[in-house]
């Protein structure tokens, strides 16, 4: 209260604490703990949201990135056949010969018709670093290599890297000349099948095989069952066959070029890269760069191999849909290598 017997300076107004109203400080409201608690966990909701959106922009950012470099990267390493400039195809051949594997026909042949369409490619050069593998898989593409360079009219050349035996080489005799190095590993003109047998093994451990057949055979080349003189005539008059068949492939192929009086030419020996140009497996040495710049005459080198994981998607679906009789025998098949 102000004294009323006070007297203040003319134009001097007494100060007179004011009540503060529910309006004029929120801590005086009722639940205004709760309307701050709210406030502050809406903040935060906001806050939370906007950083997940940050996360998600952030995160289809790098997918897309991703996604733009898968797709030059294959428009740069797949060739199509549009016309390009004038440059040497390249086929790579590497690793063994076989059904879904990166040396199978179905590969091999879809990168050599890419490369024989192409108007740019001058010649088809095959990259093999092959020990040899199936010999169908072998045949198919000797066969498809006769087939596009009639067709293309274009030249078709093989380079060694370490190794071109057995499978690999019926490959390269299709084509027009052999190069190597020197130190290569050339021929292994031959056929095997093999396995194993423990039916020794079995009996002295006393253990019982229990393979129940229809047909006098159809156990044939079973490991634990003993092989009998028909059986191995069998067996080897059916590789004996394909000795054959890719002796006629290497000497259709080779032609005059080939020395036929050499000792073991087809008896399954291999040889040096330097023994091979002189027993006429090989025809000179050089790689892929000497090829392109001294005998197809063009420098540019274009890889047109296909590689992806679809071989092994295949070779997985297959053999999980494959009995062990089945297994056994696509053991036991007969190989170039």
């Not at 199509?80 to 390249?90: E, L, Y």
């Not at 006769?146 to 390269?172: D, G, L, N």
């Not at 052999?178 to 396995?195: H, N």
């Not at 032609?255 to 890269?273: A, E, I, N, Y």
Request: proline share 4%; charged share 25%.
């Amino acid at each position: 209260m102000t004294d009323p017997t006070r007297t203040e300076p003319e134009g001097f107004e007494p100060f007179e604490p004011t009540k503060k109203t529910a309006r004029d400080d929120p801590t005086k409201a009722a639940g205004w703990e709760r309307a701050t608690l709210e406030k502050l966990a809406f903040a935060a909701l906001r806050e939370q949201k906007a950083t997940r959106r940050w996360k998600t922009f952030v995160r289809l950012s790098w997918l897309a990135f991703f996604v733009f470099l898968v797709w030059f990267a294959m428009s740069r390493g797949t060739p199509t056949t549009a016309k390009t400039m004038a440059h040497t195809a390249v086929v790579e051949i590497k690793g063994e010969i076989a059904a879904g594997a990166d040396a199978s026909a179905e590969f091999v042949v879809a990168a050599m018709k890419t490369a024989f369409e192409d108007d740019g490619a001058k010649a088809v050069v095959l990259l093999i670093n092959s020990p040899g593998g199936s010999p169908v898989q072998a045949g198919i593409i000797n066969d498809e290599i006769k087939r596009m360079k009639a067709k293309y009219h274009k030249p078709v050349y093989a380079v060694v890297e370490e190794t071109c035996a057995s499978a690999a080489y019926y490959i390269a005799a299709a084509t027009d000349k052999i190069f190597v190095d020197k130190a290569s590993i050339v021929g292994s003109i031959g056929v095997l099948m093999d396995g194993f047998g423990f039916t020794g093994t079995m009996e002295k451990l006393g253990v019982e095989r229990r393979l129940i057949i229809s047909g006098e055979n159809k156990g044939f080349l079973d490991p634990f069952s003993p092989m009998n003189d028909g059986q191995r005539a069998h067996a080897q008059k059916m590789i004996d066959q394909i000795h054959d068949q890719f002796i006629d492939v290497v000497k259709t192929g080779r032609g005059d070029r080939l020395k036929l009086q050499t000792p073991g030419l087809f008896s399954g020996l291999f040889w040096s890269g330097q023994q091979a140009i002189e027993m006429g497996l090989a025809d000179q040495l050089g790689n892929v760069d000497y090829v392109a710049r001294e005998v197809v005459k063009a420098e540019e080198v274009i890889d047109y191999t296909r590689r992806d994981n679809v071989a092994e998607k295949l070779a997985k679906k297959f053999g999980a849909a494959m009995g062990d009789a089945s297994v056994r025998a696509l053991r036991s098949v007969p190989a170039l290598r």
